[in-house]
């Protein structure tokens, strides 16, 4: 079976977007240092448009409210925090540890302008919830243009 130029074309252009998308969840998992460290850990993030606005939903049990930051930017969010080691366990005595710990950083941005004076944070059942409100674009100031007295 033979394809004509322009499917092969939007075959390879598809295979670009999936590595686009891939390489940026990659860099994103790695924080701010660009290395991932391993007492750092990434906790699963969903997030979506809601209308009026942005969501993000972050899985974080365990996670006490103290031991999380939300820093605002203009166009991003930026989510810090650490989740403290489970047990009271000498390490040597250890031989399952499937739940991770230690430290998170992760920025997610935003794909139109948002209203950072306005958002809100809920944490309820491991869960923190943020509400970003999106800037009206549809919002126009009228500018008043004055007769010139020359």
Known sequence: MSKR???TFDDLYSMKEQMDKLFRT??????SEGERDPGQWYPPVDMYDDGPDYVLEIE????KQQDLEVLL????IRLKGKRDFFGNVEQEK???LERP????????RFPGK??????QA???????????PKVDAERKKIVTIEKSSS
């Open 5 to 7: 130029f322009g499917e």
């Open 26 to 31: 990659s860099l994103e998992r790695m924080g």
């Open 60 to 63: 974080v049990p365990g996670v």
């Open 73 to 76: 930017l203009p166009d991003a």
């Open 94 to 96: 250890i031989f399952r």
């Open 101 to 108: 710990s230690g430290t998170f950083d992760r920025q997610f």
């Open 114 to 119: 948002v209203d950072t004076e306005n958002v």
């Open 122 to 132: 809920t944490l309820a059942d491991g869960i923190l919830t943020l509400r970003v």
